[in-house]
């Protein structure tokens, strides 16, 4: 049972920087895609940056400002956030999928995903 855990979420100011971490449990294939969802109230879910093994980058919407990184371990993902502004603002959401992927943002081609971890920005 693949289980994923969101952290680092929380209130800051525009141009502020929050670190976001995922961590992921229960998988039993050594092949697995990860990504950052986020959603705002009101607004569809958003693809923010995804890591499969053959690439790991951002959505074109937060290049610049947005870095996605994978931990130590292999199951852990981050995503460095600067210069946020209002608009950043939402529940963030890790997301997975196990087997062969490709880098996608599609939230469609996730079959897992975290609780969320809000971040706000005023």
């Known amino acids: 049972h693949v289980q994923l855990v969101e952290s680092g979420g929380g209130s800051v100011q525009a141009g502020g920087s929050l670190r976001l971490s995922c961590a992921a449990s229960g998988y039993t294939q050594s092949s697995y895609c990860m990504g950052w969802f986020r959603q705002s109230p009101g607004k569809g879910r958003e693809g923010v940056a995804a890591s499969v093994p053959t690439r790991i980058a951002v959505a074109e919407s937060v290049k610049g400002r947005f870095s996605v990184s994978k931990g130590n371990a292999k199951n852990t993902l981050y995503l460095d956030m600067t210069n946020l502004k209002p608009e950043d603002t939402g529940m963030y959401y890790c997301?997975?999928?196990?087997?062969?992927?490709?880098?996608?943002?599609?939230?469609?081609?996730?079959?897992?995903w975290g609780q969320g971890t809000q971040v706000t920005v005023s």
């Open positions: 997301a997975a999928r196990t087997g062969l992927c490709g880098w996608t943002l599609r939230d469609y081609n996730y079959a897992f």
